[in-house]
């Protein structure tokens, strides 16, 4: 157990739907990190809070966007879902950005 | 940008060592991590190495040349339970966001 807690654990949804996933941290962590993982492109990552400011983007689609709350919880929110967007996605978490992440259990989100 | 180059898929034997090899290109060094994942869980962490050299820790020891754009990691003793994917992950220059290589799946068979 690392410590990260994702919810929901499994989500399935419907093409041009709107889904929100939760991440919490590890305690004392302030580094947030969203990835996601399909079978064909690996652990891709997408975003980074750190204490509740955008911190760095990467493959982030415009349909897909994050925030990270005053209590350092993050949610990441997707929009319009295409059978694409099928994924296990990951938060990780870290005392800074420098450090090993922690990785919660992922949502994984089936898009039908 | 970067690029990270590592073995799709190895197979070894219980009781055995294996060498996982990760080649990288990057404009700019801020260290190599190694990550495991069982599949459908979570990636969890192993080693980070920023100084060139050997690491280890217990059965796993990871090295690094940075000069090379080369690491590796050593796993000894395999057991069933080492079976996994395992990531090579190398932060882009200037950033401290890794990026994940596409993994190396690990079969030890009995």
């Known amino acids: 157990d690392s410590g990260v807690t994702q919810t929901p654990k499994h989500l399935i949804t419907a093409t041009g739907q709107r889904v929100t996933l939760r991440c919490s941290p590890r305690?004392?962590?302030?580094?947030v990190y969203w990835y996601q993982q399909s079978l064909d492109q690996g652990l891709q990552f997408l975003i980074q809070y750190y204490n509740g400011e955008e911190r760095a983007k990467g493959n982030i689609l415009e349909r897909f966007s994050a925030q990270q709350f005053p209590d350092l919880h993050s949610e990441l929110n997707l929009s319009s879902l295409e059978l694409g967007d099928s994924a296990l996605y990951f938060c990780?978490?870290?005392?800074?950005?420098?450090?090993?992440?922690?990785f919660g259990p992922g949502t994984r989100l089936t898009v039908l | 940008g970067q690029n990270i180059d590592q073995p799709t898929e190895m197979t070894a034997t219980e009781g055995a060592i294996v060498q996982i090899n990760c080649t990288y290109q990057?404009?700019?060094?801020?260290?190599l991590f190694w990550y495991q994942q069982h599949a459908g869980e979570a990636p969890t962490f192993l080693s980070y190495n920023v100084l060139d050299g050997l690491e280890e820790k217990g059965r796993f020891s990871s090295f690094l040349s940075r000069s090379k754009g080369y690491s590796y990691l050593l796993l000894k003793e395999l057991q069933m339970k080492d079976s996994a994917s395992y990531l090579c992950?190398?932060?882009?220059?200037?950033?401290?966001?890794?990026?994940f290589g596409r993994g190396t799946s690990l079969i030890v068979h009995p």
């Open positions: 992950a190398v932060p882009s220059g200037g950033s401290y966001i890794p990026t």
């Open positions: 990057t404009s700019g060094f801020n260290g």
């Open positions: 305690s004392g962590d302030l580094s």
């Open positions: 990780a978490s870290s005392v800074v950005e420098h450090n090993e992440q922690f």
